[in-house]
């Protein structure tokens, strides 16, 4: 089994850079080659193989600092095929599983200790004894299942368990949920984060025959303990892959995509988890070595490394690769610019960053943190352009010297500028500052142009000076002569206003000034005391045009109110208005104690003493207000319960209430001679049927209870017996 590392894609795409694969010098020396296990000790910077085919029990690692092989002690369980399980956790290496010759099914697990070189035996793999198993390393666990599995020396067969080992404890648990890939034995996996993903490798029935290659990948979550399918492999069906995971995305690539391995490939993917409903794998840089497949590989800080192998033509390979992860800043852009214009820089980096840092020196803006920042120069010279990117792992950084140069444009000048005609007048346009001029939509190719617009138009002269172009734009204003529109005539009343409005210009002057709330705006308002012709001036810019509007001042009605001044409570007295001019309307208020509130002269009977108002309107629509006051004198008198009534149709005393001259309010409460509510009533002009729920009560005594508020606010509360009698 191969260790699980992770590592990240580089590609320099802006000057030079160095390749995503490097071969290693150091050539390994050990017998087998084919399919050894791999596991690293990152603190020593070794990767370690152990055994492979045929029947090697043999250990080697890789320096990465020396760049050079050396065997240390021999792997002292089966010697196998190179069908083991290598697995690293911390600065220990971990081996297991495999089978030997004549399918001799092992299921021992070994620790090695690189400071004293010496293994330890652990506690066996508790499931079925098996080779091609797959495994991961997720902090202090080991992860180990699928892969070929039956009785030492016999027929394997497909399995689909998983075990967990705690290395703290040296105990094995089965994982309750098997896998549930169609692949078997030569699968790949790589870890990221807390999950591993585990996919590709043969398909083998029941009687232990190939029947395929798979393509399926699947999600282990080790907090949920549960497999989720996630997108197909994007080269295919494959089996013997090599896998990494780092940072958030995992690689896979090499091993043979048919039934008889031995179709080799070379290809690379990368998987990003958190891209698409299920993932997404995108193809990165090929392999650079021998395609291959049951390659070893380790993970060594962040760079991978790929030995061994077997090879095109069925040979073994004895080659070491390293594969580095780091960022590398890359954009494509124009490197030459006029002074004025933009440059859109687009960010070729490699391993998808995330975040972006751009300087840009003698640049608008000076920094940027787009991914794809446009940039404007003002003035010439030669300017750096650095840029550092993040993909959430790395960062890598690059300063491009002097890489965009910026030519100063055309100084050109053109007169008048940006100018405003009148409708009907010529323009002459002159350019200066350039050695060539093309006047935009038209065949003249001088240096001025002259013409009579009829709207509002934009000259666009287009200059060289032999280095840069330039477009220069003029703009000329076409006012129209002004077509004034005024209010229409208006009559209003006297002492009332009229706004008044023109239009068709830009500026306004209005005369006489008499009665004008100003006289330089387009909506005055006119207040004046006589019919009067206003004429305004409408201006737009030096071309004006005039027009007027009559106000014609109607005089007010005449008229004064009328009536009692003095009256008792409860009587009443009729307004009305004197001297009023002919056919005038009028309208009382306030109307409730009226007997009309549109009269000549209504009836009023007030409760208080009450001011009335009259507006007077004529026919041309113009009032005036006025009022007389009408005092009431209160003359309350005494206010009483009667102490029986008698129910019974006749029109004589069938309701009992309240009886007094000044009740504004009252709360009256009836109960029977038990205390029982017959009736309830805070409406002084209501009473008593004798009657409870709609049905007549019988004769009796009955209590009242009564609190009463006058018109002078004062509060009368009695209680007393009245007799019901029918």
């Known amino acids: 089994m191969k260790r699980i590392s992770a590592f990240l ?8 850079g160095f390749s995503q694969w490097n071969s290693l010098p150091g050539t390994f020396t050990g017998s087998g080659g084919r399919g050894e296990t791999a596991f690293s000790i990152p603190s020593l910077g070794r990767g370690y193989v152990v055994g492979g085919a045929p029947g090697v029990d043999q250990t080697f690692y890789y320096d990465t600092l020396a760049k050079s092989w050396t065997q240390v002690s021999n792997y002292p369980g089966t010697p196998t095929d190179g069908t083991m399980v290598g697995l690293s956790v ?3 290496g971990y081996v297991g599983t495999g089978t030997g010759w004549g399918n001799k099914f092992d299921s021992t697990m070994w620790r090695y200790d690189p400071v004293n070189d010496t293994w330890l035996k652990r506690a066996h793999f508790p499931g079925t004894p098996r080779a091609y198993a797959i495994g991961f390393t997720i902090g202090r666990m080991c992860f180990i299942g699928v892969g070929i599995g039956g009785t030492p020396g016999g027929t394997g067969f497909p399995q689909n368990d998983f075990y967990e080992y705690d290395t703290w404890k040296n105990k094995w648990t089965k994982v309750t949920s098997t896998y549930p890939g169609s692949g078997s034995a030569l699968c790949v996996s790589f870890v990221i984060g807390d999950k591993a993903y585990v996919g590709g490798g043969l398909i083998i029935n029941g009687s232990g025959s190939i029947t395929g290659v798979a393509k399926d990948f699947w999600e282990y979550d080790t907090t949920s303990k549960v497999w989720t399918q996630v997108a197909d492999f994007g080269g295919g069906v494959r089996s013997g892959a090599s896998g990494f995971g780092y940072c958030d995305k995992g690689y896979v690539g090499l091993g043979t995509n048919d039934n008889s391995q031995v179709q080799y490939q070379k290809d690379f993917w990368q998987f990003d988890p958190n891209k698409g409903a299920l993932g997404t794998w995108t193809r990165i840089k090929d392999f650079a070595g021998i395609q291959r497949y049951t390659a070893s590989e380790f993970m060594i800080g962040k760079t991978g490394f790929i030995t061994l192998g077997v090879g ?3 040979t073994t390979e004895t080659d070491i690769w390293e594969f580095i992860p780091t960022v590398t800043p890359g954009f494509t852009s124009n490197t030459t610019v006029c002074t004025g214009s933009s440059i859109t820089f687009t960010d070729t980096s490699n391993y998808t960053p995330t975040q972006w840092q751009w300087t840009f020196p003698g640049g608008t803006p000076a920094t940027s943190t787009a991914q794809n920042p446009t940039v404007a120069y003002a ?10 990117a993040w993909n959430g792992c790395d960062s890598g950084s690059k300063k491009f010297t002097t890489y965009v140069s910026v030519s100063a444009g055309p100084s050109i000048t053109i007169t008048p500028a940006n100018t405003t005609i009148c409708f009907g007048s010529p323009i002459a346009l002159q350019a200066s500052g350039a050695t060539t001029y093309q006047w935009v939509g038209t065949t003249n190719t001088t240096d001025s142009i002259q013409g009579t617009p009829t709207k509002d138009t934009t000259y666009i002269l287009s200059v060289s000076n032999g280095k ?3 477009d220069t734009n003029i ?5 129209p002569l002004p077509v004034p529109t005024i209010s229409t005539a208006q009559a209003v009343c006297l002492g009332s206003s009229v706004p008044l409005l023109a239009g068709g210009g830009s500026t306004y002057t209005w005369t006489p000034a008499t009665g004008l709330s100003s006289t330089g705006i387009d909506n005055p308002v006119a207040t004046p005391a006589n019919t009067t012709t206003y004429t305004v001036t409408v201006a737009n810019g030096a071309c004006t045009a005039t027009d007027n509007v009559v106000v014609t001042v109607n005089p007010l009605p005449t008229g004064s109110a009328i009536g009692a001044t003095t009256i008792n409570i409860g009587e009443s007295t009729t307004l009305g208005v004197t001297n009023a001019t002919a056919g005038a309307t009028y309208i009382w208020s306030p109307a409730s104690s009226l007997s009309c509130s549109i009269c000549a002269d209504p009836v009023a009977t007030p409760t208080t003493t009450t001011w009335y108002k009259v507006t007077i309107k004529d026919n041309a629509g113009c009032s005036i207000d006025d009022s007389v006051m009408v005092d009431v ?6 206010i009483y319960m009667p102490n029986a009534f008698s129910p019974n149709g006749d029109g004589t005393n069938d309701v009992l209430s309240v009886k007094g001259n000044c009740i504004k309010g009252l709360d009256l409460i009836i109960f029977d001679r038990w205390g029982n509510k017959v009736f309830e009533t805070t409406n002084p002009s209501a009473g008593w049927d004798g009657t409870f729920k709609g049905k007549p009560l019988n ?3 009955y209590v009242y209870s009564v609190e009463i508020s006058d018109l002078d606010n004062n509060t009368i509360s009695k209680k007393g017996n009245v007799t019901l009698l029918r």
């Open 9 to 16: 894609l580089f590609i320099f795409l802006c000057g030079t």
């Open 90 to 92: 911390n600065d220990t």
């Open 312 to 314: 095109t033509g069925n």
């Open 379 to 388: 003035n010439p010279g030669n300017y750096d352009v650095t840029l550092q």
């Open 468 to 470: 840069c172009s330039k």
């Open 475 to 479: 703009n000329v204003t076409v006012t």
């Open 633 to 638: 004198i209160q003359h309350c008198g005494s």
């Open 699 to 701: 004769s009796g005594t």
